[in-house]
Nanobody, 114 residues
Framework: VQLQASGGGLVQAGGSLRLSCKAS????????MSWYRQAEGKQPEVVAN???????SYPEYLKGRFAISRDNVRRMVYLQMNSLEPEDAAVYYC?????????RGQGTQVTVSS
């Protein structure tokens, strides 16, 4: 299983970014996908989930600002992030679970300037 995230960068507070993650090595449409982030010195946290059927969920504090979506044909999962705040700065990863194994791809850095 390979997961490759992209789309990070430097953005001003209040701006938007769209992250992408390309999956390979799995029957993508069968699996739920997640986006995680890890800020420097902090524990990783889940920022969005999407089921194989396309049902999304978020932590309460991110609802309305982040939106996850998927394209099963392209084997892509996306994270649209709006109204970014300096506290959103982190390395963002996509991940999935296949059976008992969890996979997390290489991350993409998001930096938010105030």
């Amino acid at each position: 299983v390979q997961l490759q995230a992209s789309g990070g960068g430097l953005v001003q507070a209040g701006g938007s970014l769209r992250l992408s993650c390309k999956a390979s090595g799995i029957n993508f449409r069968l699996y739920a996908m997640s986006w995680y982030r890890q800020a420097e010195g902090k524990q990783p946290e889940v920022v969005a989930n999407i089921t194989s059927g396309g049902v999304s969920s978020y932590p309460e504090y991110l609802k309305g600002r982040f939106a996850i979506s998927r394209d099963n044909v392209r084997r892509m999962v996306y994270l649209q992030m709006n109204s970014l705040e300096p506290e959103d700065a982190a390395v963002y990863y996509c991940g999935t679970a296949v059976g008992s194994r969890r996979y997390r791809g290489q991350g993409t850095q998001v930096t938010v300037s105030s």
